[in-house]
């Protein structure tokens, strides 16, 4: 099997066109187009309907995207294979998590584990959540960080808190008071949207779908935290789950109860293995305690 036509097929799903994945293969999209068509026949499947100059997986090809992330990490895993054979005894803490908790959860249990054990080497790598699969599929890590559900098999899981959505204010704004607001006082200010590649952007367009209801965005960022700057500068409104706020932002900002039912889960996550990190159940108790602080300080 050609890997490289492998990765296009990958880039194609992950990236959401051709155009995008040939540019991240620095490849023309003829010649992207090309290695799809070779691997298609190579498995005597068609991965992809062509509709309107679009390409959607088909069922088929969304079975075996997983099985094809699974290949492809194996193989980009060989060379950090042999560098962990040649690390020395002090080995690392290997910790991954999505990119939205990093500051808010994560640092903060690294630097309570740190204080209590000085010797803990820790290596951390974050991920945006449609990333991570291939990550957790290398298993080149000792424990993870993210929201629940993990599409991922063979994982032991522990679940961290589930944290419902709510509306995020700059503090002072006249709607900070209000014990709960509707989806129509939300329509009267601007929405500053996370987007639609992330979970919350799903949580939140779910719920106003099963309202009946749309929210349209007058700013889009890519990630939470620009979101919650924005609203610190007083541009609008945006959703968010406490616990993944920074503890300096909070202090400037106002969480009030959304009307409609949305949440998000969190959890741990650990490579099914006999032998595990010296360090990882330290780790777990420092996860437990940082969210209790984080959701007793919002309470």
């Known amino acids: 099997m050609n890997l490289k036509s492998l990765r296009v097929f990958v880039y194609v799903i992950d990236e959401g066109t051709l155009a995008r994945a040939s540019e991240r293969l620095n490849l023309s999209q003829p010649a992207a187009s090309r290695l799809l068509s070779l691997l298609e026949h190579e498995l005597g ?50 910790i991954v998590c999505h990119s939205r908790i990093v500051n808010a959860l994560v640092l903060p249990s690294i630097a309570k584990l740190s204080r209590r054990k000085p010797e ?3 290596k951390l790598e974050v991920y945006p959540r449609r990333n991570l ?25 522990h679940r961290l808190c589930s944290c419902d959505v709510q509306i995020v204010l700059p503090k002072g704004h006249p709607l900070s008071k209000e014990t709960a607001l509707t989806t129509e006082q939300l329509s009267q200010l601007s929405y500053i949207a996370i987007d639609r590649s992330t979970l919350i952007r799903r949580i939140v367009d779910k719920a106003l779908l099963q309202e009946g209801s749309s929210l349209e965005p007058h700013h889009e960022v890519s990630v939470g935290s620009a979101a919650y700057r924005l609203v610190l500068e007083g541009l609008g409104f945006t959703f968010a789950d406490p616990v993944a706020v920074e503890e300096d932002l909070k202090q400037h900002l106002c969480f009030i109860p959304w009307d409609q039912t949305a949440s998000i889960e969190f959890g ?23 969210v209790k602080e984080a959701t007793a300080s919002h309470a």
């Open 45 to 94: 499947i068609t991965l992809f309907f062509r509709e309107k100059k679009r390409l959607v997986p088909t069922p088929e090809g969304t079975l075996f995207y997983a099985e094809a992330v699974r290949i492809l990490a194996s193989v980009d895993g060989i060379p950090a294979f042999f560098d962990q054979i040649k690390e020395d005894a002090s080995v690392p803490l290997r």
């Open 120 to 122: 803990l080497r820790t």
């Open 268 to 290: 741990l996550f650990l490579p099914k293995t006999i032998r595990r990190h010296h360090f990882v159940e330290g780790f777990i108790d420092c996860m437990h305690e940082t």
């Open 133 to 157: 699969a291939r990550c957790i599929a290398q298993g080149l890590y000792d424990i993870g960080v993210g929201a629940l559900p993990i599409s991922t098999a063979e994982l032991d899981l």
